[in-house]
């Protein structure tokens, strides 16, 4: 697991309460920390679902996280629908914070050396998923 983050990028001709709105995709585990949580009221941004439709300027626009979309590896498509499942987030976040480290440590770890050797036209988005969720969003 990866720290999460939050990138927000304004156009140029957002109004001044877009500035001060910021909207937050989520991953469904990243909800469940307490800092997120608290910062949420404060910042007046908002948390969305992943996958989401907005409307920005008049236009529709698919938001969602690209490594939803790179089907083609399947063991971190495995991870990632193990992580996000609740009851496994429940019993990780039952650990200890060292014991969390350590797990994440080793996570990182062992998706470093996954990705090092697989061909990258695997770790990549597959184009006939992108296909796909692009027409059943219409």
Same mark, same amino acid.
């Given at each position: 697991m990866t720290r999460p983050t939050a990138r927000s990028r304004?156009?140029?001709?957002?109004?001044?309460?877009?500035r001060q709105r910021c909207a937050l995709l989520r991953d469904a585990w990243q909800s469940r920390f307490?800092?997120?949580?608290?910062?949420?009221?404060?910042?007046?941004?908002?948390? %969305?679902?992943?996958?989401? *439709?907005?409307?920005?300027?008049?236009?529709? *626009?698919?938001?969602?996280?690209?490594?939803?979309?790179?089907?083609?590896?399947?063991?971190?498509?495995? %991870?990632?629908?193990?992580?996000r499942d609740?009851?496994?987030?429940?019993?990780?976040?039952?650990?200890? *914070?060292?014991?969390?480290?350590a797990l994440a440590g080793a996570a990182r770890a062992g998706s470093q050396a996954h990705t090092a050797a697989m061909d990258y036209s695997i770790t990549d988005v597959n184009a006939n998923s992108v296909a796909s969720v692009l027409r059943d969003t219409g």
């Open positions: 304004q156009p140029s001709r957002a109004t001044r309460a877009d307490p800092a997120v949580n608290a910062l949420l009221p404060r910042s007046g941004a908002e948390l %969305l679902s992943d996958p989401v *439709i907005v409307t920005l300027y008049g236009e529709r *626009i698919l938001v969602m996280h690209g490594d939803a979309l790179c089907t083609d590896d399947r063991p971190y498509q495995r %991870l990632r629908a193990t992580v609740s009851d496994w987030q429940r019993r990780f976040l039952g650990l200890s *914070i060292k014991a969390r480290r």
